[in-house]
């Protein structure tokens, strides 16, 4: 989903916002991937979900991606803009707009999960 919001008015000055917002049809639940599932107890797999701290943000601000994952003691991210990061709750400020995809690949003995979703990255402009 792409929320644009726009204001203008008859002063001089019109203000357009524009920010990320991850996209709900792309959840993890359906975009998780189990490479080998086959004899493996469903106790034992991970899991792999994240959230943002932001539900609105911008470029440059500085983002909080939360782990929700289940089961699993190795986290690998991926923030869809050549960086990367392999902490649990990491933090990350993108330095130009675009659509990234983000990725979130949680493991343990047993097996990997990897969790996808697509934000969108504006940038906030005043029109005066």
């Known amino acids: 989903m792409i929320i644009i919001s726009e204001k203008k008015s008859h002063h001089k000055a019109a203000y357009a916002f524009a920010f990320i917002i991850l996209f709900p049809f792309l959840s993890c639940e359906e975009n998780s991937y189990h490479p080998s599932k086959d004899g493996l107890p469903v106790e034992d797999a991970p899991f792999s979900s994240f959230s943002t701290n932001l539900s609105v943000a911008r470029?440059?601000?500085?983002?909080?991606?939360?782990?929700?994952?289940?089961?699993?003691s190795t986290y690998f991210?991926?923030?869809?803009?050549?960086?990367?990061?392999?902490?649990?709750?990491?933090?990350?400020?993108?330095?130009?707009?675009?659509?990234?995809?983000?990725?979130?690949?949680?493991?343990?003995?047993?097996?990997?999960?990897?969790?996808?979703?697509?934000?969108?990255?504006k940038e906030f402009t005043v029109i005066k």
């Open 59 to 72: 470029k440059g601000d500085t983002i909080q991606f939360i782990n929700e994952s289940d089961n699993a």
């Open 77 to 121: 991210w991926d923030f869809g803009d050549g960086n990367a990061s392999a902490s649990k709750d990491p933090f990350h400020v993108y330095a130009s707009t675009g659509i990234f995809r983000i990725s979130l690949m949680a493991v343990n003995a047993f097996d990997t999960s990897m969790c996808s979703k697509d934000i969108i990255i």
